[in-house]
C-alpha cells in the first residue's frame, strides 16, 4: 500500500513566488511546482509524505508562507496518494449508491442507475473526491437533504476538486453552481466532470477562493455552499462564507455544509462560524470525520 501524502497549494504575488518557493525548499517540501494564478499571483505546489515529522516540516512551511505575509485563507491543504493512485482507482471506483438519491459511476462503467436515482459520472483524474472518504460523503449526505427541503438557486462549491459536490448538488435541484479551487488540475476537472454530466452551461469555475472578481454578483446571494477542506483554512475563511450567503432568517437564509475535519475539530470549526455571525443547525459524524452545517441569519 502507498503511502499517503499532504499536498499544499499556495496563491501567492507573482513578485514573491521564487523566494517562497526556496523558504518551502528549506522546510523540507519536497520539489516545488510553480504555475500561473489568477492576475498577478502564481501557484506554489508541493507535497509531504505523512511520515513521522510531517507535521512539524508542515508547520514550518506555513510559518514561512506567513513570515512573508501570505495569510491562511490563500493556502490550501488536501491528502492525495502516490502519483499512480488515479490507475489504482480503477480497480475500487465501481458504481455505488449515495444517500437515497445519488448514484455515483465512473466513466468506465456503464451500470445504469437504479430508479429514483440520480446519475453523477465522475473521472477523479488527478484531483481529489471519488464520493468514497466520509468528508465527501457526509457533504453528499447534507446536499442531498438540502437540496430536498430548498432547492437552491445558486451554489457554491469552495476547495472543488474534482466537482464531485458540484455535479451532485446540480443533479439533486441546485439550478447553477460555481466551483473555486487553488489547483487548476481541478478548475479543469470540474470543467471536465459538467461536461461529463451534460451541466456545462450551468456551471462557472474559477481559480481562486472567494476573490470578489469570481463571486461577481453572486456577493451575498449564495443560497448553499459547500466547503470540503481542512480547519484552518475553513476557520480562515469563514467570514468570507458569511459574506457570500444570502441573510435570511426565519429558515430563509443561505445555508452550508463544512467538512474535511476530524470529529474532535467539530467544536472549534462550529464555534468559527458563530464568531462570524452564522447559524450551527446541525452537525454529523461518519468514521472519524465530521460535517458541521450552518445557516446565515
Known amino acids: 500500500m502507498t503511502s499517503p501524502w499532504l499536498e499544499l497549494i499556495a496563491q501567492l504575488p507573482a513578485e514573491i513566488a521564487e523566494e517562497a518557493a526556496a523558504r518551502l525548499i528549506g522546510t523540507g517540501a519536497s520539489a516545488v511546482e510553480e504555475r500561473p494564478g489568477p492576475p498577478g499571483t502564481r501557484l506554489l505546489l508541493t507535497h509531504f509524505r505523512l511520515e513521522p515529522g510531517a507535521a512539524e516540516r508542515l508547520r514550518a512551511a506555513e510559518a514561512a508562507l506567513s513570515a512573508m505575509g501570505l495569510g491562511k485563507e490563500a493556502v490550501t491543504l488536501r491528502q492525495v496518494e502516490d502519483v499512480n493512485w488515479v490507475e489504482k482507482t480503477r480497480g475500487f471506483f465501481t458504481a455505488q449508491p449515495v444517500g437515497e438519491r445519488l448514484w455515483l459511476r465512473p466513466p468506465w462503467e456503464n451500470a445504469p442507475p437504479p430508479p429514483g436515482r440520480a446519475e453523477v459520472v465522475l473521472d477523479p483524474g488527478m484531483a481529489f473526491g471519488t464520493g468514497r472518504h466520509p468528508s465527501t460523503r457526509l457533504c453528499l449526505l447534507a446536499l442531498e437533504r438540502l437540496c430536498a427541503e430548498r432547492p437552491p438557486a445558486r451554489f457554491l462549491d469552495v476547495g472543488c476538486g474534482s466537482g464531485i459536490l458540484t455535479v451532485a448538488a446540480l443533479r439533486l435541484g441546485a439550478a447553477e453552481a460555481l466551483a473555486l479551487d487553488l489547483d487548476p488540475l481541478a478548475v479543469e476537472g470540474t470543467l471536465a466532470a459538467a461536461r461529463a454530466n451534460g451541466l456545462e452551461g450551468r456551471v462557472r469555475a474559477g481559480l481562486g477562493t472567494l476573490e470578489p472578481s469570481l463571486l461577481g454578483n453572486w456577493a451575498g446571494r449564495v443560497e448553499l455552499l459547500a466547503a470540503n477542506i481542512f480547519l484552518t483554512p475553513l476557520r480562515e475563511l469563514m467570514p468570507r462564507f458569511a459574506e457570500a450567503m444570502a441573510p435570511g432568517g426565519r429558515g430563509q437564509g443561505g445555508r452550508g455544509v463544512l467538512s474535511g475535519v476530524g470529529y474532535e475539530q467539530a467544536e472549534a470549526l462550529a464555534r468559527a462560524a ?21 445557516e446565515r441569519p
Open 274 to 294: 458563530e464568531e462570524s455571525g452564522l447559524r450551527v443547525t446541525r452537525r454529523d459524524r461518519l468514521e472519524e470525520w465530521a460535517s458541521v452545517e450552518v
